[in-house]
């Protein structure tokens, strides 16, 4: 599966974003869906994930609350509503699908996009 990730920007801190995630191929409905966020120098991070279904999202507990993770498989595409944005929250987002169980790690998942970049300004 290929993806590709879109939606980043500058907002001000307090603002709100939504990132997409298209997905080419026919079994987009079989993936586990997540977003990771990666800083210069540090290790990439998860954000959320979203079960193959829909029916289950889990989420980082540095977003929970703000941030919703969701998919529509009629349209190959997982969404990452951002609201309440904080400066910290400035990263390059990435969205990751793998065939297997929901994973927290990037190495769980096998498949990548090539990154949006999101910048809050405080």
């Known amino acids: 599966v290929q993806l590709q990730a879109s939606g980043g920007g500058l907002v001000q801190a307090g603002g709100s974003l939504r990132l997409s995630c298209a997905a080419s191929?026919?079994?987009?409905?079989?993936?586990?869906m997540a977003w990771f966020r990666q800083a210069p120098g540090k290790e990439r991070e998860f954000v959320a994930a979203?079960?193959?279904?829909?029916?289950?999202?889990y989420y980082a507990d540095s977003v929970k609350g703000r941030f919703t993770i969701s998919r529509d498989n009629a349209k190959n595409t997982v969404y990452l509503q951002m609201n309440s944005l904080k400066p910290e929250d400035t990263d390059v987002y990435y969205c990751?699908?793998?065939?297997?169980?929901?994973?927290?790690?990037?190495?769980?998942?096998?498949?990548w996009g090539q990154g949006t970049q999101v910048t809050v300004s405080s």
């Open positions: 191929g026919r079994t987009f409905s079989s993936y586990v």
């Open positions: 990751a699908a793998d065939i297997k169980r929901v994973g927290v790690n990037w190495y769980e998942y096998d498949y």
């Open positions: 979203i079960s193959w279904s829909g029916g289950s999202t």
